[in-house]
Each structure stands twice: as C-alpha cells, then as structure tokens.
C-alpha cells in the first residue's frame, strides 16, 4: 500500500469514527462545532497502524531516539510508532510526559525512556493551539532532551502552528481540520 493510500484509509477512520457535530468545549476553553476525538482513532487497531507508518516515514530522516507527548493523548500514538520502529533500522523508544508528577513510587514525570541529548519528536493526537504540546516540552527539555519537531495527527488550524514556528519549534501534520471536512 502507498503512503497517499494509507493517508486515505486513514482519513477515512478519522471521518467515520473520531469527528462529531454539536457545540463543544475544547481543552483551550475555545468553543467549537465540531469535536476530533483522536482516541478513537488511536486506539483503533487499523487506526494506530496507519497512524504509525505514516508518522515512521515522515521522520525516517530526523535521526531521533524516542517519540511521546503528554498523557493521554500521545501514549497510544507512541507505543505503536515505537512497537512498529523496532522492525525497522531505526528502532524509536517512547515516552510520557504526566501533567503533574506522581506523588508515590519514583515520582517520575516522564515515564518510559528519555535520556538527556536524545533527539525527540513531541507526538499529538490532535493539536488546536498547541498547549499540550509546549507542556511535553518544556519537560523534556528539562531532562535534557532536544525536540526536533511536533507531529500531530490532526491540526485544528487554531493557530499552533504558528505558536511553535514563532518559539523554534516545526509543526507537522498528517491531516488538517480542512482535509476532514470541517
């Protein structure tokens, strides 16, 4: 299967499974429309896979260690990118980042692997204006990590591609709210 038929297939899903109608609420207090449940399309067996591939090739060339993003949205994301990296030449560990440390057991903010100097690509489900994003940030770069670049599945277009380009930083996107209709 080509990458423009795995994007198709892929979009798909995203239309059929993750987008609702109705007046929403989103984690930025925007109000909306329509809601892009990315969930449900990262943890759709097809929907993880192709969701993998795609994001494995457009960094097959970005020389990174790891792939994650903040809880919850990027584990799914992750582990597949991760689990499917480990049949390639450049297998990828993964990680997260929790939005408050844990207070038992190692009290660790970033579960997973993460060392400092890995190159790191930040991964999202979907992006509006990029504050979950800029969270994972600004803790794997204190742990010493450089973030090569933001992926998300879907961008909104509410602005954070900008926001990043604007603080260093490349947003990348599989899909826009555009492609789905919206």
Request: glycine share 8%.
């Amino acid at each position: 299967m080509t990458i423009a038929e795995k994007k198709t297939q892929l979009l798909t899903i995203f239309k059929e499974k993750a987008l609702k109608r109705g007046d929403f609420t989103l984690a930025s207090g925007a109000k909306s429309h329509y809601y892009i449940d990315g969930k449900l399309v990262s943890f759709h067996p097809l929907g993880a896979y192709l969701s993998a591939e795609l994001i494995l090739d457009s960094i097959k060339d970005d020389n990174l260690d790891a792939v994650g993003g903040l809880a919850l949205g990027a584990i799914p994301i992750s582990c597949a990118v991760a689990a499917l990296s480990a049949v390639t030449s450049c297998p990828l560990y993964s990680f997260t980042v929790r939005k408050e440390i844990k207070e038992h057991g190692t009290q660790k903010r970033i579960e997973g692997y993460m060392q400092a100097g890995w190159r790191v690509a930040i991964l999202e489900d979907v992006v509006s204006t990029g504050g979950s994003s800029f969270t994972a940030i600004e803790a794997i770069e204190q742990a010493g990590a450089k973030v090569i670049k933001v992926i998300a599945l879907v961008d909104r277009l509410m602005g954070a591609k900008e926001k990043f380009s604007q603080a260093g930083y490349t947003l990348t996107s599989l899909f826009t709210r555009q492609d789905l209709g919206v």
